[in-house]
């Protein structure tokens, strides 16, 4: 096959592409127009991702909340997909007062199924928005517990402390119940609970927790920790210990922590702690068998 021949078979090659399938709104469509939206579409696709990327780094040295900056970020990426479609959209033919039409069936879509998808969508972008949550808050939402590590479209991504990732839909972060341990800052205060024997010395007791308390670094000077003693119990004196830490992912082994310490104090220092205790009354009857 000579140069001559070649040349005409991509000009054939060519024209097959060209050729018009059908038409939308007067414009004829070919397949090589569905291939230049498709590469146009992914063109923007990647440029979304750039232009997120450019703006996490533009924002990065500016003095704002690291919330306001990933939502600022995201909504780059979702700006620049949208006037991708749209340009996408307009490029095949298709104009914005021609997708009137296309909104219509969307709504009866929606309305057949498709309302989870919406209803999780317009989620995500309340929570952008109004940020009840942001990346690298601590939550709990729908018995989940964890870090948020990323805020999606549809979807949340939660990391728990066993270093599970779970993807929990938006709308449960607007419908349900959600404790922000991260809302209004990276301190929070948590409680050891301890019951000693009746008779103990309480001042010798309190102190003691003090004590502990004072010798873990991971525990606040300020706010400073103190004790409570909450009730008299059954067959315990009840006390609390409270403190405030900032490290707010491994408070569990702070809390480990202290109860160790207290657990070794009270046996140096001879506080008893009790365990409940129930008294048997057995009653006999002279009743006889026959």
């Not at 038409?23 to 070919?30: H, R």
């Not at 949208?82 to 969307?106: F, R, W, Y």
């Not at 922000?180 to 009746?198: D, K, M």
């Not at 008299?232 to 160790?260: C, H, I, K, M, Q």
Request: proline content about 3%.
């Amino acid at each position: 096959m000579d140069q001559k021949q070649l040349i005409d078979l991509a000009k054939q090659f060519w024209a097959a592409l060209s050729q018009p399938l059908f038409e939308v709104s007067g414009n004829k469509l070919s397949i090589m127009t569905f291939i230049t939206a498709l590469i146009l579409f992914v063109v923007f696709i990647k440029g979304a991702h750039v232009v997120e990327r450019f703006l996490r780094k533009f924002l990065n040295d500016k003095p704002l909340d690291q919330g306001i900056k990933n939502s600022m970020a995201r909504f780059g990426r979702y700006i620049t997909i949208v006037v991708g479609a749209v340009i996408t959209l307009e490029t095949i033919g298709i104009s914005l007062s021609s997708l009137a039409a296309l909104g219509a069936v969307l709504m009866v879509g929606i309305g057949f199924g498709l309302q989870n998808i919406a209803q999780n969508f317009i989620s995500g972008l309340i929570i952008l928005l109004e940020r009840p949550i942001k990346e690298g808050d601590v939550v709990q939402v729908g018995g989940v517990s964890g870090r948020v590590v990323d805020i999606q479209a549809r979807s949340t991504l939660i990391q728990t402390r066993n270093d599970v990732s779970i993807l929990v839909p938006n709308s449960q972060f607007i419908s349900e119940q959600v404790i922000n341990e991260s809302f209004s800052g990276h301190q929070i205060r948590y409680s050891v609970s301890v019951g000693v024997a009746y008779g103990s010395d309480t001042k010798l007791v309190k102190d003691t927790l003090m004590a502990v308390a004072a010798e873990n670094s991971k525990v606040l000077k300020n706010p400073a920790p103190d004790v409570l003693f909450t009730e008299f119990g059954d067959s315990s004196l009840n006390f609390e210990l409270r403190v405030w830490l900032e490290d707010l992912w491994a408070y569990t082994v702070v809390l480990s922590e202290l109860r160790f310490a207290i657990d070794a104090e009270f046996r140096e220092k001879k506080i008893t702690i009790p365990f409940p205790q129930r008294d048997l009354h057995v009653v006999s009857s002279n009743v006889k068998f026959q």
